[in-house]
Structure formats: C-alpha cells, structure tokens
Nanobody
Framework: VQLQASGGGLVQAGGSLRLSCAAS????????FSWYRQAPGSRRKLVAA???????NYADSVKGRFTISRDTAKNTVYLQMDSLKPEDTAVYYC?????????WGQGTQVTVSS
C-alpha cells in the first residue's frame, strides 16, 4: 500500500485547507484511514480516522472544525480543515491500517499564521 499526501501549505488563522491522501496498491483489505499530525518537539497524534464502513472519530481539539471523508472511487481520503488555529501547525501524515499493520505516507506541512 502506498499513500501520497498533499494539500498542505501556509494559511492565516481562521482559514481553511483540504488535505488529500491518495492510496494505491493492495488497498482492498484496509480497515481504516487516519490522519495524524506531529508538531515540533511533540509526538505524533491522531487527528481523525474513518473506517471502511464510514464511521469517523476525531481528536477533541479538532471536533467541529475538521472533517474526514473518503472517495472510494478515487481511492482518496480527505481532511477538510476549517477555522484553523496556529496550534494546528504541524506535519500531517495519512495512515492506512489493516489488522495490525500500518502504512504511512509522507508528511505534508501545514502552517497557520496568527
């Protein structure tokens, strides 16, 4: 499974960005897709996840502002980020999980200026 993340950039506080994660390879048995983020000096943390059944969950810090979705026809997972705050600044990673296996894409930098 290969994951290609894109869509990061520099945005002012209050703005929006949409991250994309294009999946390829043997993705038929993937159970869930997730977005994680890692700020400098911090550990990687879960932001949002979506199962193949469409169930979603979010970190408390992004609830009501971020939306994870999946386009199965395009094999792409999105993270719509609205009302961005400076504390959302981080490298964002997408991850696909199959049982105990995890597949990670490269990160995409999101910087929110105040």
């Amino acid at each position: 499974v290969q994951l290609q993340a894109s869509g990061g950039g520099l945005v002012q506080a209050g703005g929006s960005l949409r991250l994309s994660c294009a999946a390829s390879g043997n993705i038929g048995s993937i159970n869930a897709f997730s977005w994680y983020r890692q700020a400098p000096g911090s550990r990687r943390k879960l932001v949002a996840a979506i199962t193949t059944g469409g169930n979603t969950n979010y970190a408390d810090s992004v609830k009501g502002r971020f939306t994870i979705s999946r386009d199965t026809a395009k094999n792409t997972v999105y993270l719509q980020m609205d009302s961005l705050k400076p504390e959302d600044t981080a490298v964002y990673y997408c991850m696909a999980s199959r049982l105990s296996y995890e597949y990670w894409g490269q990160g995409t930098q999101v910087t929110v200026s105040s």
